[in-house]
T-cell receptor, first 114, second 113 residues
Framework: AQTVTQSQPEMSVQEAETVTLSCTYDTSENNYYLFWYKQPPSRQMILVIRQEAYKQQNATENRFSVNFQKAAKSFSLKISDSQLGDTAMYFCAFMKHSLHDMRFGAGTRLTVKP | DTAVSQTPKYLVTQMGNDKSIKCEQNLGHDTMYWYKQDSKKFLKIMFSYNNKELIINETVPNRFSPKSPDKAHLNLHINSLELGDSAVYFC????????????FGPGTRLTVL
């Protein structure tokens, strides 16, 4: 079974600074997808960024980028120039290429301080 | 023009009651899901439907019964509600087998008293 581990239950960062959230996963698969979802206090689940395992290039979406280390099974999220609106729970998620279900980590609560 | 919608957003009910949560997506997706998020924010898949057929049925009590009248709708009916059913329930959809990203509804907070 695939497991996703987020070892940082809570983190904080000053506005405008950079923060990195960690995620590791366990799988024997070669083809899969990885995601970071954001859940602000409104509880809406919002896709932040996605990565296909067969792509070596790290995904980037504006201020959000990932460091995907396939051999180490690591998928960290870097948020640059943190904004107050980035305050949220962040979930790392794994999905096998051939299956329907997504497995989530336990989440990291990020607080951006003014 | 909400992509994935759920009704109701909040549901407060007594133990032993039967309740339903509805989900609709207007994205033309083939696959829909129900997730449960517990009080510790842990998200776990419950069910998945592809083209109205049940694909995933995780170990959930049989008091939970999903129903998909068509590809755009996936409803969740819960019988004999228990205190432990209190959680936020999310519906999600995905284009199909070849796609990856799931799009989530706003969630339904269920409180069982």
């Amino acid at each position: 079974a695939q497991t996703v581990t987020q070892s940082q239950p809570e983190m904080s960062v000053q506005e405008a600074e950079t923060v990195t959230l960690s995620c590791t996963y366990d799988t024997s698969e070669n083809n899969y997808y990885l995601f970071w979802y954001k859940q602000p206090p409104s509880r809406q689940m919002i896709l932040v960024i996605r990565q296909e395992a067969y792509k070596q290039q790290n995904a980037t979406e504006n201020r959000f980028s990932v460091n995907f280390q396939k051999a180490a099974k690591s998928f960290s999220l870097k948020i640059s120039d943190s904004q107050l609106g980035d305050t949220a729970m962040y979930f790392c998620a794994f999905m096998k290429h051939s299956l329907h279900d997504m497995r989530f980590g336990a989440g990291t609560r990020l607080t951006v301080k003014p | 023009d909400t992509a994935v919608s759920q009704t109701p957003k909040y549901l407060v009910t007594q133990m032993g009651n039967d309740k339903s949560i509805k989900c609709e997506q207007n994205l033309g997706h083939d696959t829909m899901y129900w997730y449960k998020q517990d009080s510790k924010k842990f998200l776990k898949i419950m069910f998945s439907y592809n083209n109205k057929e049940l694909i995933i049925n995780e170990t959930v009590p049989n008091r939970f019964s999903p129903k998909s009248p068509d590809k755009a709708h996936l409803n969740l009916h819960i019988n004999s509600l228990e205190l432990g059913d209190s959680a936020v329930y999310f519906c999600a959809s995905r284009l199909g087998l070849g796609a990856d990203t799931q799009y989530f509804g706003p969630g339904t907070r269920l409180t069982v008293l």
